[in-house]
């Protein structure tokens, strides 16, 4: 059983009776049981994964209508709640946390025969972009299990990459789909804000996180975002895509096709193998007939400042809510006052998390909030401003999707203003609501390397056309794992 | 000068469903924590969904205070820890980046007094606490989130108040107002709340929160002045600070809220779109609200002579006016119009008996209708209003059951009068010598009729019979 | 500029208890130094904007019970009430 396949392959596979849902899942059942102790992408797994895939089996032999889906076996970020499965966010104050209802993606992926084979690990409440701040321990990169995977949806990135499923989903904050996309060579994908509904994902940073897809190809991407993607009256930010199909005339190629360089994420601090992996991915696109020149987005300096200070603040408000009374923890309430309950309460959290709880106390407090958060929110006007100028004149904007390197687990743990220069190219998409996909283009001493490329608003599709034809340019060498 | 300025906070009663979910908004119905869903109680992963009908309310009552609508509303977070508040932050409307909340500044007249409108908001209502336990050591905090998210309007009015007197005039109007527009009943439990900001000559502002009725609305703004002109009579500071009213006691008590606590950290609401509301939707929104009851009073006065004083209480109850509305015609309007403001009023003073009351529109038409035709007498009338109310019967059918229809049927009448001129041979001559003194012999017919017999009729047969 | 004073207000302004806050105080100042970069972007003249959306698009106002018992999945006191500690 070859367990390597991407999702297209597997639908059509089950379908023509070749194999057989249940013998996947249970194959990529024990891939995990067999990887997973040194990789720890998983925090629980489907224990009726096999009994979910017979099902379908059935229905294939007996000529019934089939989900879209087939039974493939995805993993979903601990942070998406699926009914009656615990989703604990990787945090403590979760722990025990069962969601008494489906996110709109799961419900969508139920609909078309899906099966959820576990859920997988993030830095808690996804703060973080290297997987490291899990309560439940770190995740590990398959290319090389000393360095970290990305994050925070490396939970997600891993197990695509690992093969302990054929495609995940993931959200994205602030690069949190398209990081360890890069860091461990799979298809990352953040569609424009909106496109899908995040209903059922835990809020971090609600203005500007969106759920995306992890998988082995664009292809697979465009397949998941058929699915999931569209109106939901329980997202009012949600937007009408007209149920695009994302996978018809993928292969449309990108000639004549104007692709800015963004100058801004390609300057200072960029690692030598990564610059010379996106001058290459540069070339491969003219040589398909693209046209590309440089652009600059001035704002971008200031992107990382206004993402820390716009995320830190609604992530403030967004787990105020975890005071322990209605859900959480055991913790008894007799004998303490109110105050002092919760606060002892909230001791759970990780130290990331409260970290940016204390800059989200302070960055919009009647103090401060005019020298940082109504600045940072005019930063990501006028970004957004910029863009869309630049948009004007390109069709696309290309960039690295990390300016460096993958490095190694606790090598940047307590430095978070270096960790911030990580984020650079990944955040401008967020702030500015842009759809952007990373592609696995490169791998440099055995790490990988992601090529970003970012369209306008509800120019998905266009954005999914030219992640294809580069993903075409590149065959890539297997993981050693 | 004493300065009052009010902040009231109205639920939008008559909607079906809550503010950002689909639970129901009259949450009195149901048993503790059975009108809640994830929404509601803020589980992780849920979001608010916006109730359509709640903005176009809350924009009726901007309109009918005369406030500026924005072409766009936007919601802000206020963040603090209380154990009411499911997700411990509120979903409420602010100014902050130009005028995004429901309604802009307005005015309304008292009197001769114009009360400026600061601003409207629509927001949220928390959930309910109950404390139990025997001592407060052992107090126990129980929390009922039926009413959390239920819509609720803010309005809050300048410092123009100068009495409680004013604060109450203002109050009455302002109810009937939003129970007129349909949006708001305002007699149900909880549905009025109000803090006030209260403030003597020489002294700081006092905020005076939690204040549960409109009743004490005006209870707490006179506690609160006479609390500090006695200070200030002593000589002793009015210091600014936030007082809570023990609705027990009726006396204000300073809560000592930390300073900490006041930090909101307001900030946009990413889960919500900022809402268009073009010109268009107003407009609609305009002519679909009901007549404002000024109008009506004006309407009732000038179109069918209604007293002033009566077309006043009139239009300014909802229950009466409505009732007016659809039983009267051209013809009728004013016995209408006195049959319920000298009848039923009496008969149906209490909320209770409003709503246990079987009277409709088509009962006052037919009692005025047939008052007019003089097949009832008004005393057989007032009787048969009684029976309406606590039976609902068809007024025939009460005419029937108790008797009262007016005797018309000549024939049966003139063997009455027959018998009242035999009875009576000094009063007949005497009405013979004296037409004046023929009323003596109507009575004693009405007397053998029990106030039935057709007055006209009695008088024109009396006559003939005399000569 | 962020002491270990103001670190102690915030975390009380935001409920978590901290055993030791000077462990805090380096990296939440780092953090909150680097937004000092904000002050040299030139934006103050900019328009804060947000999605829009019509009156039209939003939830018909409809009675919908949630389609079972949460109070049952919640942490709960006698089956009925959310228990809360004491308020001071």
Wanted: proline share 4%; hydrophobic share 35%; net charge negative.
């Amino acid at each position: 059983m070859n367990l390597k396949i991407p999702a297209l392959e597997f639908v059509q596979e089950v379908k023509n009776g070749n194999i057989s849902a249940e013998d996947f899942v249970a194959k990529t059942l024990e891939r995990i049981q067999s990887v997973d102790d040194k990789l720890h992408a998983f925090l629980s797994v489907n224990e009726k994964a096999i009994d979910q895939a017979r099902v379908i089996d059935k229905k294939v032999k007996s000529g019934d209508k089939v989900g879209a889906c087939f039974g493939m076996p995805i993993s979903i970020k601990d942070n998406i709640c699926i009914k009656d499965s615990k989703t604990t966010c990787a945090s403590k104050m979760l722990e025990n946390f069962v969601a008494p209802y489906d996110a709109t993606v799961i419900t969508k992926l139920k609909e078309e025969d899906a099966i959820f084979v576990g859920k997988v690990n993030l830095d808690e409440f996804a703060m973080g972009l290297t997987t490291e701040f899990s309560a439940f321990g770190p995740s590990k990169n398959p290319w090389n299990t000393e360095y970290v995977p990305g994050g925070s949806s490396g939970g997600s990135a891993v197990s695509v990459s690992a093969f302990e499923c054929v495609a995940s989903l993931g959200s994205d904050t602030g690069g949190s789909v398209r990081n360890p996309a890069s860091f461990c060579s799979t298809v990352g994908y953040k569609p424009t804000y909106g496109l899908i509904s995040r209903y059922g994902l835990i809020s971090y940073a609600n203005s500007i996180e969106q759920i995306g897809p992890l998988t082995r190809t664009v292809k697979d991407a465009a397949f998941i975002l058929n699915i999931i993607s569209g109106l939901d009256p329980n997202d009012n930010t949600t937007v009408d895509n007209k149920n695009e199909d994302y996978l018809s005339e993928i292969d449309s190629g990108i000639e004549g096709k104007k692709i800015g360089i963004i100058k801004e994420m390609i300057g200072d601090g960029i690692d030598p193998a990564v610059l010379s992996a996106t001058k290459d991915a540069i070339s491969k696109l003219e040589s398909l007939g693209a046209i590309c020149e440089e652009v600059s987005l001035d704002m971008v300096k200031y992107s990382v400042a206004a993402y820390y200070t716009i995320t830190a603040t609604e992530a403030g408000s967004n787990l105020a809510r975890y005071d322990n009374l209605r859900y959480g923890y055991d913790f008894p309430v007799e004998g303490y006052e109110f105050n002092s309950y919760i606060s002892k309460a909230r001791e759970n959290f990780g130290p990331e998390v409260i970290r940016r709880m204390i800059i989200g106390g302070f960055v919009p407090s009647a103090g401060h909030a005019g020298k940082y958060f109504l600045k940072a929110m005019k930063v990501k006007s006028k970004l957004t401003r910029e863009i869309n100028e630049a948009f004007k004149k390109f069709d696309l904007l290309i960039a690295p999707t990390v300016p460096i390197m993958p490095f190694k687990i606790g090598e940047k743990i307590d430095d978070p203003v270096s960790l911030f220069l990580v984020d650079i190219n990944t955040v401008t998409a967020n702030l500015t609501g842009k759809p952007a996909i990373s592609v696995p283009f490169a791998i440099s001493n055995g790490l990988p390397i992601g090529i970003q490329l970012l369209a306008d608003s509800m120019q998905d599709k266009l954005l999914l056309q030219a992640a294809y034809a580069l993903e075409q340019t590149v065959t890539l060498p297997e993981v050693p794992i | 000068m004493t300065k009052i300025g009010l902040e009231i906070h109205c639920q939008l009663t008559n909607l079906e469903s809550k503010l950002f979910c689909s639970c129901k908004a009259n949450y009195r119905e149901f048993g503790i924590n059975e009108n809640i869903c994830p929404i509601c109680v803020g589980l992780p992963g849920s979001l608010p969904r916006l109730n359509q009908e709640a903005v176009k309310k809350a924009t009726m009552i901007a309109i009918a205070l005369n406030c500026s609508t924005p072409e766009k509303i936007a919601f802000f977070r206020k963040n603090y820890f209380y154990p009411d508040l499911p997700k411990n932050f509120q979903i409420t409307q602010l100014n902050i980046y130009g005028d995004t909340s429901i309604g802009g500044a307005g005015s309304i007249m008292v009197g001769d007094k114009k009360i400026n409108i600061t601003r409207i908001q629509l927001e949220e209502d928390p959930g309910r606490l109950i404390y139990e336990g025997s001592s407060s050591k052992n107090l126990i905090t129980l929390a009922d989130y039926n009413r959390a998210g239920t819509p609720l309007v803010e309005i809050v009015t300048e410092p123009d108040f100068e009495s409680p007197k004013q604060v109450r005039d203002f109050l009455n109007i302002l109810s009937d107002l939003l129970e007129n527009l349909g949006v708001s009943d305002p007699g149900l439990e909880g549905a009025m709340r109000a803090d006030a900001n209260v403030s003597i000559e020489g002294g700081k502002k006092v905020e005076i929160k939690n204040i549960g009725s409109f009743h004490d609305l005006e209870k707490a703004t006179h506690f609160e002045i006479t609390r500090q002109e006695s200070l200030h009579s002593r000589d002793i500071e009015i210091i600014q600070e936030t007082r809570h009213w023990d609705d027990q006691r009726k006396i204000t008590i300073s809560s000592r809220s930390k300073e900490e606590d006041l930090d909101y950290r307001y900030f946009l609401e990413g889960d919500i779109p900022w809402v268009t509301i073009d010109s268009e939707i107003k407009e609609k929104l305009k002519s679909e609200m009901p007549e404002s009851i000024s109008s009506k009073k004006e309407r009732y006065v000038s179109k069918y002579n209604i007293p002033g004083q009566v077309a006043d209480v009139l239009s300014s109850d909802k229950f009466y006016s409505d009732l007016f509305e659809e039983s009267h015609t051209e013809s009728n309007a004013k016995e209408v119009a006195n049959i319920i403001t000298t009848d039923l009023m009496g008969l149906v003073d209490t909320r209770e008996k409003r709503e246990e009351s079987k009277i409709t529109a088509t009962h006052l038409k037919d009692l005025a209708d047939s008052i007019q035709s003089g097949k009832i007498s008004r005393n057989s009338a007032k009787n048969a209003l009684h029976e309406i109310v606590k039976t609902g019967k068809g007024l025939s059918q009460i005419i029937l059951e108790l008797d009262l229809g007016n005797v018309s049927d000549e024939s049966e009448l003139l063997g009455i009068i027959q018998k009242v001129i035999s009875e009576e041979p000094q009063a007949v001559e005497q009405a013979k010598s004296n037409p004046q003194t023929i009323n003596y012999l109507v009575g004693k017919v009405m007397q053998k009729t029990k106030g039935k017999a057709d007055p006209t009729l009695t008088l024109d047969l009396l006559k003939k019979q005399l000569g | 500029m962020v002491t270990e004073e103001e670190i102690k207000h915030v975390a009380k302004l935001m409920r978590i208890e901290i055993d030791d806050y000077a462990e805090y105080v380096n990296k939440v100042h780092a953090m909150i130094d680097y937004f000092d970069v904000l002050d040299s972007a030139g934006v103050e003249s900019e328009e804060i904007t947000m999605q829009e959306i019509p009156i039209s698009n939003l939830r018909e106002d409809k009675y919908i019970p949630f389609n079972e018992k949460l109070i049952e999945k919640l942490k709960n006191y006698k089956g009925t009430y959310v228990r809360a500690p004491k308020m001071s």
